[in-house]
């Protein structure tokens, strides 16, 4: 049997026959020359690797070992991933013979290079740049041609580093292909998007995504644009939320907009979504759950601020479990009913709110659930934010008797609970 580790003993004794005990006493030379040494035996001993895993290749490691593959065999012992498990067996069956399924032998690749490697003059940096190189040779020389330029780049590699041999590449490829390849006009890649959208256990999504440059640039803009900072408001109250949740508002005021297209595949500009199905108890008290599309549940409070503009299609249950209402098509807010409160409110109608119509839902002063209708004097204008807090605070919104909506403040903030209205959309 081979005595690796013998041999390994051997070489570790023949690079280190004086190496002190104790390295704070070596000079400076000692040191410098222990990591010349300590390289040379990795990179000696990690060619030795590179032989075996050639050898389990050519007998095949499902009948030695029941895996799939050498690499996979070699990840779960190394304690490796696939890909980079997968790396260090191409570089062992490029560098090292193998044998086909009828016993032929298979040369290596690289020959040259991998008795460079064998000596510990090259590292694996170096292995995989020349294989690179050599496959991107021209496929038309001899195989006298293709050796002979391997032989270059091995006796090069142990004392050059990426850009000599790279400056070499581009001399082999005016030695070999003196004409240069058929000039073609390259096909565009597709650009690569990724979006992974999946529900956690606690309820929330979790959203992942690889974009490409422009695109990601185009969204960073356009999450940016939403998520600045709400200005002070009329009470000096700052705005305290993290980037991240800036950043994350951003993201639903943006699927908003898009829902809210009338080009919108499926939507056709109104703000539905999925289906909420929820008793109507729970949906006038505010009490209970919903069911969200028959695979998850929400409050009947969120519920209540989703039916506003719709964002949520509701299907009302009564007591015996029959469908009382569909989301008529009477409770959503029509393009000239938008236009009209979009003229007359000019953003988030909240006192001291900056948002345009654009970023604000449609809210029923009196809820449509409780009987109220949906006409402009029972409507009015509400960025996400402040739609929220007129739903769970203590904020309440009425209709003047001029038409115009106005706020009345909790008794915390102003105790004799005066109206306000916001004035920074009609200047």
């Known amino acids: 049997m081979f005595d690796f580790f013998g041999y390994y003993e051997g070489v570790s004794e023949t690079f280190f026959p004086e190496l002190p005990q104790e390295l704070w006493r070596a000079g400076k030379l000692e040191l410098a020359h222990g990591v010349q040494h300590a390289l040379q035996v990795i990179r000696i001993a990690t060619a030795c690797l590179g032989r075996f895993l050639a050898e389990i290749e050519s007998r095949g490691v499902k009948d030695l070992y029941g895996h799939g593959s050498t690499a996979s065999w070699l990840a779960e012992i190394a304690g490796l991933s696939r890909g980079e498990a997968g790396a260090i067996v191409?570089?062992?069956?490029?560098?090292?013979?193998?044998?086909?399924?009828?016993?032929?032998?298979?040369?290596?690749?690289?020959?040259?290079?991998a008795a460079v490697a064998a000596q510990g003059l090259v590292g694996d940096e170096r292995i995989d740049q020349i294989l690179e190189i050599l496959k991107n040779l021209p496929t038309d020389i001899s195989a006298e041609e293709r050796a002979g330029a391997e032989q270059i780049l091995a006796n090069l590699a142990p004392n050059a580093g990426p850009r000599q041999l790279a400056k070499a590449e581009a001399n082999?490829?005016?030695?070999?292909?003196?004409?240069?390849?058929?000039?073609?006009?390259?096909?565009?890649?597709?650009?690569?998007?990724?979006?992974?959208?999946?529900?956690?256990?606690?309820?929330?999504?979790?959203?992942?995504?690889?974009?490409?440059?422009?695109?990601?640039?185009?969204?960073?803009?356009?999450?940016?644009?939403?998520?600045?900072?709400?200005?002070?408001?009329?009470f000096g109250q700052a705005d305290l939320r993290m980037k991240c949740e800036r950043m994350g508002d951003a993201w639903a005021e943006l699927l908003d907009l898009a829902?809210?297209?009338?080009?919108?595949?499926?939507?056709?500009?109104?703000?539905?979504?999925?289906?909420?199905?929820?008793?109507?108890?729970?949906?006038?008290?505010?009490?209970?759950?919903?069911?969200?599309?028959?695979?998850?549940?929400?409050?009947?409070?969120?519920?209540?601020?989703?039916?506003?503009?719709?964002?949520?299609?509701?299907?009302?249950?009564?007591?015996?479990?029959?469908?009382?209402?569909?989301?008529?098509?009477?409770?959503?807010?029509?393009?000239?009913?938008?236009?009209?409160?979009?003229?007359?409110?000019?953003?988030?109608?909240?006192?001291?709110?900056?948002?345009?119509?654009?970023?604000?839902?449609?809210?029923h002063i009196h809820h449509w659930a409780d009987g109220g209708p949906t006409d402009l004097r029972n409507l009015v204008l509400l960025c996400g934010f402040h739609h929220r807090l007129i739903h769970h605070g203590d904020w309440e919104v009425r209709m003047a008797a001029d038409g115009l909506p106005e706020f009345i403040p909790p008794q915390y903030r102003d105790p004799l609970r005066k109206p306000r209205r916001n004035t920074l959309h009609h200047v």
């Open 90 to 113: 191409k570089r062992a069956i490029a560098l090292n013979p193998t044998r086909a399924l009828d016993g032929t032998e298979v040369p290596p690749v690289a020959p040259a290079t």
């Open 172 to 234: 082999l490829q005016g030695l070999l292909n003196p004409n240069g390849n058929e000039p073609k006009d390259p096909e565009p890649k597709e650009p690569r998007r990724e979006i992974t959208l999946e529900r956690r256990k606690d309820g929330f999504w979790k959203l992942t995504g690889l974009l490409d440059d422009e695109t990601g640039a185009r969204t960073a803009v356009a999450l940016e644009a939403h998520a600045q900072p709400r200005p002070v408001d009329e």
């Open 259 to 363: 829902i809210a297209c009338p080009d919108q595949p499926g939507t056709s500009g109104y703000r539905t979504l999925v289906h909420v199905t929820i008793g109507l108890e729970e949906l006038k008290s505010g009490l209970g759950t919903a069911c969200l599309d028959f695979v998850g549940t929400m409050t009947a409070r969120e519920a209540r601020l989703a039916a506003c503009d719709c964002l949520m299609l509701p299907v009302v249950m009564g007591s015996s479990g029959e469908p009382l209402d569909m989301g008529r098509l009477r409770r959503f807010v029509t393009p000239g009913q938008r236009r009209a409160l979009n003229i007359r409110d000019g953003g988030c109608a909240f006192p001291g709110c900056h948002r345009k119509p654009k970023n604000c839902h449609a809210h």
